[in-house]
């Protein structure tokens, strides 16, 4: 059983640009988490899905921040007009309910 | 909040030593704990876990016990590795449970030969 995928691992863009990160759940798992990690500090809660539904989203800054987990394929989240304070380490996470949760290797996003 | 506070790091032992890492929590009701360990350039893989008060989580080597009346759930390690270096995070998940995790800033550990 492969483990939770996430793509790609290192992503740059510049100030204005948009960012599209990708996560695959490990198989049978339909709940999805997005977490932030800024440089030197733990990981921030951002977005909580299951298939077709958000959840929570209590983490997600209010603009330019959306996710989406739709019926087929990948969780989606996707920053728009990043600035360099979007600068971060992106982990998805999966479990197959509200129980463990399983990481994935991250998204290193840098914007210059 | 909910929230949870580790100790600062780096900390540096020596082959064999014994490990403590703090970690002190805050929060309503009765949340799960958890430690997570983070090896460099990779994701958090789940070290061990505890779901109720007294309750110990173990795995390789690891113990924590999730202790109500001191809020605490400490990482030890009775000898450590050069292999364990990595950064733990202690986390929790409140009892209000979406299973969303909160996490301390975590511990970095460095263990030389």
């Known amino acids: 059983n492969a483990g939770v995928m996430q793509n790609p691992r290192h992503l740059v863009r510049r100030r204005g640009q948009e960012a599209r990160l990708r996560c695959s759940p490990m198989k049978g798992h339909s709940h999805v988490y997005w977490y932030r990690q800024l440089p030197e500090e733990g990981l921030k809660f951002m977005v909580y899905?299951?298939?077709?539904?958000?959840?929570?989203e209590s983490g997600m800054p209010k603009e330019r921040f959306s996710a989406e987990f739709p019926k087929e394929g990948p969780s989606i989240l996707r920053i728009q007009q990043v600035v360099r304070g979007d600068s971060a380490a992106y982990f998805c996470?999966?479990?197959?309910?509200?129980?463990?949760?399983?990481f994935g290797p991250g998204t290193r996003l840098l914007v210059l | 909040g909910d929230s949870v506070t580790q100790m600062e790091g780096p900390v540096t032992l020596s082959e064999e030593a014994f490990l403590t890492i703090n970690c002190t929590y805050t929060?309503?009701?009765?949340?799960?704990l958890f430690w997570y360990v983070q090896y460099p350039g990779e994701g958090l893989q789940l070290l061990l876990k505890a779901t109720k008060a007294d309750d110990k989580g173990s795995n390789k080597g690891f113990e924590a016990t999730y202790r109500k009346e001191t809020t605490s759930f400490h990482l030890e390690k009775g000898s450590v590795q050069v292999s364990d270096s990595a950064v733990y995070f202690c986390a929790l998940s409140p009892s209000s449970n979406t299973g969303k995790l909160i996490f301390g800033q975590g511990t970095t550990l460095q263990v030389k030969p």
């Open positions: 996470a999966s479990s197959p309910s509200v129980e463990t949760q399983y």
């Open positions: 929060a309503t009701g009765y949340p799960s």
């Open positions: 899905l299951q298939k077709e539904n958000i959840i929570d």
